[in-house]
T-cell receptor
Framework: GEDVEQSLFLSVREGDSSVINCTYT??????LYWYKQEPGAGLQLLTY?????DMKQDQRLTVLLNKKDKHLSLRIADTQTGDSAIYFC????????????FGSGTRLSIRP | DVKVTQSSRYLVKRTGEKVFLECVQD?????MFWYRQDPGLGLRLIYF???????EKGDIPEGYSVSREKKERFSLILESASTNQTSMYLC????????????????FGEGSWLTVV
């Protein structure tokens, strides 16, 4: 079936790079998203990439897409305490407005 | 900026009560969603609306109903709340436009924490 998988936890030292990984099963997606959820809040869109792209960079964020392996990653350079949050990977489809498949989220914690 | 507003952030209700969760968006989006978020389960779609008075069941519609009488407002209704409906509920909206220019981005509200006792 359709699925998006992420590891549940990641711990990184402040100042290091964080890499959050995601794998998906449905290769017909049009968009792949990364959302950030801070404690007690809703989901905030961080960035998205079209499925025909390999990479997207936006300041400290780098998204890499490996379509062959159905693998998406989010790299956060120079990780700060404000980056502590849950990060969700998701697939979106032009073929269906209601179909958005979310992963379970990766909780990123920052060590001093 | 798109704003999706959920009127109730924290609610405590008794088993068997009728519960209304309200959501309003200000960007004239056609599509609106209600999700439920539980630890380790991610987001699960309860209901989706693609236009006024139009709705579609999501993955877990049992025990819920929805109402979309106006384009900007999408309500989630728990006819008879039960303890297994204790959760965080997230409303979201998105434009219908597809392709490069829309990005198909979905925007979320801040969430409503519901506790059923």
């Amino acid at each position: 079936g359709e699925d998006v998988e992420q590891s549940l936890f990641l711990s990184v030292r402040e100042g290091d790079s964080s890499v959050i990984n995601c794998t998906y099963t449905d290769s017909s997606s049009t968009y792949l998203y990364w959302y950030k959820q801070e404690p007690g809040a809703g989901l905030q869109l961080l960035t998205y990439i079209f499925s025909n792209m390999d990479m997207k960079q936006d300041q400290r964020l780098t998204v890499l897409l490996n379509k062959k392996d159905k693998h998406l990653s989010l790299r956060i350079a120079d990780t700060q305490t404000g980056d502590s949050a849950i990060y969700f990977c998701a697939e979106g489809f032009d073929s269906s407005a209601s179909k958005i498949i979310f992963g379970s989220g990766t909780r990123l914690s920052i060590r001093p | 900026d798109v704003k999706v507003t959920q009127s109730s952030r924290y609610l405590v209700k008794r088993t068997g009560e009728k519960v209304f969760l309200e959501c309003v968006q200000d960007m004239d989006h056609e599509n609106m969603f209600w999700y439920r978020q539980d630890p380790g389960l991610g987001l699960r779609l309860i209901y989706f609306s693609y236009d006024v008075k139009m709705k579609e069941k999501g993955d877990i519609p049992e025990g819920y109903s929805v109402s979309r009488e106006k384009k900007e407002r999408f309500s989630l209704i728990l006819e008879s709340a039960s303890t297994n409906q204790t959760s965080m509920y997230l409303c979201a909206s998105r434009t219908t436009g597809t392709g490069v220019h829309s990005g198909n981005t979905i925007y979320f509200g801040e969430g409503s924490w519901l506790t059923v006792v």
